[in-house]
């Protein structure tokens, strides 16, 4: 058996749920990527008639 269903029995109920959830990164991992992030990247492109305009805002990104 393999991922995150292995040796249930040992782990406790906050590790479980935890495992449950979709996790991309960690807040550390999160942190250092946004340390090592410039502004370049972080950036607004503005596009003339974009039909995704609405999708370029980044919530929660201090520039």
Not at 27 to 46: A, E, H, P, V, Y
């Amino acid at each position: 058996q393999a991922g995150y269903k292995k040796k249930l029995w040992k782990k406790s109920a906050a590790q479980k749920k935890r495992l449950r959830e979709m996790v991309l990164c960690t807040r550390t991992q999160c942190k250092l990527l946004d340390k090592m992030t410039t502004s370049f990247w972080k950036r607004r492109n503005w596009y003339v008639d974009d039909p995704y305009q609405k999708y370029h805002d980044r919530t929660n990104l201090r520039v």
